[in-house]
């Protein structure tokens, strides 16, 4: 369990993850009404600069961003090619995703996309940013928000390797 990271509840109140509650009576120490800016699936290049720039929030004093890229290897083997397919429901269910995060934390600002699509090495994947009041809630926030994208939204990954052996990841 993370000690000491601060995760919002619905009744209006912060606490922390050793369980205790703490009162904030500044409105930036708790999520935004409506934190969510930026969602997506899409078959074009991503932007770090677009997601980053989507979730600036002036009561954040924490904005954790993550990208995943395209690598030459997986499993000690060379990757040729890879392309990501996402199910017709996929943004649905990125929406479902952020909306459990921002729930569960004080989100002030929320953004994800990922991409669709034939990709070459490094090209961005997914980038995805989370702004909270402080930085070990974004933190989490972003970690969670990945991790559940990566679990439960529907796209899948085809790799293809040097060796001719091709696979699907997620599917």
């Not at 083997?77 to 004080?106: C, I, M, N, Q, W």
């Not at 699509?117 to 990945?146: K, M, N, Q, T, Y």
Request: net charge negative; aromatic share 6%.
């Amino acid at each position: 369990m993370l000690s000491g990271i601060r995760y919002y509840v619905k009744t209006g109140r912060c606490g922390t993850m050793d369980g205790m509650a703490h009162s904030y009576d500044h409105p930036g120490e708790l999520a935004a009404a409506n934190p969510i800016r930026l969602l997506a699936v899409r078959d074009t290049p991503l932007s770090v600069d677009e997601v980053f720039g989507a979730v600036g929030d002036a009561a954040a004093g924490g904005t954790a961003l993550f990208v995943g890229t395209v690598r030459n290897h997986d499993g000690g083997a060379e990757v040729g090619a890879l392309g990501y397919s996402a199910h017709p429901t996929a943004e649905a269910e990125l929406r479902r995703v952020a909306e459990k995060v921002a729930a569960d934390f004080p989100v002030r600002a929320l953004a994800a996309v990922h991409r669709v699509g034939d990709l070459a090495i490094g090209d961005l994947a997914v980038v995805v940013a989370v702004s909270c009041p402080h930085r070990a809630e974004a933190f989490a926030a972003c970690r969670r928000l990945i991790d559940d994208l990566k679990r439960e939204v529907p796209i899948w990954k085809h790799q293809s390797f040097a060796d001719g052996t091709e696979e699907w990841v997620g599917a």
